[in-house]
C-alpha cells in the first residue's frame, strides 16, 4: 500500500523521506520542542522514530504523515493518527497528534494539517471519534485542540502512564472530535 498525500492550501503530507531524519533528529533533540515529552530523543530514537512512523503509514493508510511548506521549508515535523498502545478510560481510539520544529510554530501549520489529517479519518477512515491528548501545561498544543474545534472535559484527564508519578508532565488532558457524519462501514 502507498501512503496517501494530504494537501491543503500551504501544506504537503506526505511518505517520510531520509532526508527528513537529520531535522527530525534536530527538533526531538530541542529542548523547548520536547518540554512536554519525558525527555529528548537522541539521533537513534529519532531515526528509529521516523521507521515506525512510516511503516505504519503505508501499513494502515493513515498514521504520522511528514509534512512539508513547499517553498517555504522541506520538512517541518509531523502530524497524523495513532492508536495509542496504553489503556486509559478513553482506550481504544484513535488519537490525532503533531510535532513541528520550533521555528516553524506560530504560522498556523499545525492547525492547517490537523484540518486536512480529521478530513481524511472522518470522510475517508470512516472514524466517528478522535481525540487528542496532551500534558496540562501545554497550552500551545491546548490551543491547537481548541481552533479544530475539539471539546475538553475537566472528568477526561488522566496520568500518562509514560511519565513517573510526580513528573510535572504526568497530569494530561484529553480534547475529542467527533464526526459530523455517519461513520462509513468498512468491510473486513
Given at each position: 500500500?502507498?501512503?496517501?498525500?494530504?494537501?491543503?492550501?500551504?501544506?504537503?503530507?506526505?511518505?517520510?523521506?531520509?532526508?527528513?531524519?537529520?531535522?527530525?533528529?534536530?527538533?526531538?533533540?530541542?529542548?523547548?520542542?520536547?518540554?512536554?515529552?519525558?525527555?529528548?530523543?537522541?539521533?537513534?530514537?529519532?531515526?528509529?522514530?521516523?521507521?515506525?512512523?512510516?511503516?505504519?503509514?503505508?501499513?494502515?493508510?493513515?498514521?504520522?504523515?511528514?509534512?512539508?511548506?513547499?517553498?517555504?521549508?522541506?520538512?517541518?515535523?509531523?502530524?497524523?493518527?495513532?492508536?495509542?498502545?496504553?489503556v486509559a478510560h478513553f482506550t481504544p481510539c484513535v488519537e490525532i497528534g503533531w510535532r513541528l520544529a520550533?521555528?516553524?510554530?506560530?504560522?498556523?501549520y499545525a492547525t492547517e494539517a490537523a484540518r486536512a489529517v480529521l478530513d481524511h479519518a472522518f470522510r475517508?477512515?470512516?472514524?466517528?471519534?478522535?481525540?487528542?491528548?496532551?500534558?496540562?501545561?501545554?497550552?500551545?498544543?491546548?490551543?491547537?485542540?481548541?481552533?479544530?474545534?475539539?471539546?475538553?472535559?475537566?472528568?477526561?484527564?488522566?496520568?500518562?502512564?509514560?511519565?513517573?508519578?510526580?513528573?510535572?508532565?504526568?497530569?494530561?488532558?484529553?480534547?475529542?472530535?467527533?464526526?459530523?457524519?455517519?461513520?462509513?462501514?468498512?468491510?473486513?
Amino acid at each position: 500500500m502507498e501512503a496517501p498525500i494530504l494537501l491543503t492550501e500551504r501544506l504537503r503530507l506526505r511518505a517520510w523521506r531520509d532526508s527528513d531524519r537529520e531535522p527530525f533528529a534536530a527538533l526531538n533533540a530541542d529542548l523547548r520542542v520536547m518540554k512536554h515529552f519525558s525527555r529528548p530523543l537522541d539521533r537513534a530514537q529519532s531515526d528509529a522514530f521516523a521507521d515506525r512512523a512510516q511503516a505504519r503509514l503505508v501499513e494502515n493508510g493513515f498514521g504520522l504523515w511528514a509534512v512539508e511548506a513547499p517553498g517555504v521549508a522541506p520538512f517541518l515535523g509531523f502530524v497524523g493518527l495513532a492508536e495509542p498502545a496504553f489503556v486509559a478510560h478513553f482506550t481504544p481510539c484513535v488519537e490525532i497528534g503533531w510535532r513541528l520544529a520550533r521555528q516553524h510554530w506560530g504560522h498556523g501549520y499545525a492547525t492547517e494539517a490537523a484540518r486536512a489529517v480529521l478530513d481524511h479519518a472522518f470522510r475517508v477512515l470512516g472514524l466517528s471519534e478522535v481525540v487528542s491528548f496532551t500534558a496540562q501545561g501545554n497550552q500551545r498544543s491546548r490551543r491547537v485542540m481548541e481552533r479544530l474545534g475539539m471539546s475538553y472535559e475537566a472528568s477526561d484527564d488522566f496520568d500518562y502512564p509514560n511519565f513517573p508519578v510526580g513528573h510535572e508532565s504526568r497530569r494530561h488532558v484529553l480534547y475529542r472530535i467527533k464526526s459530523a457524519r455517519e461513520p462509513v462501514l468498512r468491510s473486513p
